[in-house]
């Protein structure tokens, strides 16, 4: 909800910009717009502040989390959203959301198809924190560029609850002092240049690509845990879908942990056949 602020604007036949300041739910913004070719192909430039996101009253935020059937990966259903190009920048002060929270961050893009997730194209870059996050995939449920921007982490959540790994967290509630993310997208498949999640649990790295409009992965999932006896990352190797990912650890860096060593001699074949069955 828009209140309590002021707008000017100037329109020519193919261009609009303008600047505006005021009221976003709970938080003060203020932005420079500039919408470019607007009747055939809109360009779209910002560049803004806002001192308090709410994540829920963006346009489209689900309501509570709905069970649905997993998503088989698969040809991509052509997207008839309009072609839209969109480059800016948003400073923000706090993230707020009931499964989210957040100190200050930043979001930075430039984007091609932006609304059709098969052939989104650019980049995009974020910093986030700290805060804490409870179900982000829940969060991110509708809304393109935060389930792109979060699937490392979502990937994460479920990495702990698939891999049967002693001392690994289910990752379900976090507090964490950083999250960041830089992207690469082409004809809709997302490289990742860098993602990590420093945290209470553990400091986790990403890197691979998923599928955007498929909704399949193909990562590669770093974790050092803070746990006594972990002294090294656990790796894990992440494929099928965003709904249903298939979760393989890293035989060779789960042995070299020295707590896994001792928990071995201590149960043996019976730990081995629930860490890979």
Do not use: C
Not at 8 to 17: K, L
Not at 234 to 250: A, E, L, Q, W, Y
């Amino acid at each position: 909800t828009l209140s309590g602020g002021s707008i000017s604007a100037r329109f020519s036949p193919q261009n609009v910009s303008g600047t505006a300041q005021g009221l976003f739910n709970r938080g003060r913004f203020q932005v420079k717009i500039e919408l470019r070719d607007y009747r055939r192909r809109p360009d779209l430039r910002v560049d803004g502040s806002l001192s308090e996101l709410d994540l829920a009253a963006l346009p489209g935020s689900p309501g509570p989390a709905k069970a649905k059937p997993a998503k088989k990966g698969g040809p991509a259903k052509p997207s008839s959203a309009p072609s839209v190009h969109t480059a800016g920048r948003i400073a923000i002060g706090r993230i707020v959301h009931p499964q989210f929270e957040a100190s200050a961050s930043s979001l930075s893009w430039d984007l091609s198809e932006a609304a059709r997730p098969d052939k989104i194209g650019g980049w995009a870059k974020f910093q986030i924190g700290p805060g804490r996050f409870d179900n982000l995939k829940s969060l991110a449920d509708g809304h393109t560029l935060l389930k792109a921007l979060f699937l490392p982490v979502t990937v994460l959540q479920k990495v702990g609850g698939l891999a049967r790994v002693p001392f690994l967290p289910a990752f379900d509630r976090v507090q964490f002092r950083s999250i960041t993310g830089s992207y690469v997208f082409h004809s809709g498949i997302m490289a990742i240049q860098e993602s990590h999640m420093d945290s209470d649990a553990a400091y986790m790295t990403a890197s691979g690509s998923a599928d955007l409009g498929r909704e399949t992965l193909d990562m590669h999932i770093a974790t050092r845990l803070l746990v006594k006896g972990l002294s090294g990352p656990i790796g894990f190797k992440v494929r099928g879908t965003f709904s249903n990912p298939s979760v393989r650890p890293d035989v060779a860096s789960i042995l070299k942990q020295p707590a896994i060593n001792d928990a071995l001699k201590k149960q043996g074949q019976k730990l081995l056949q629930n860490l890979f069955r």
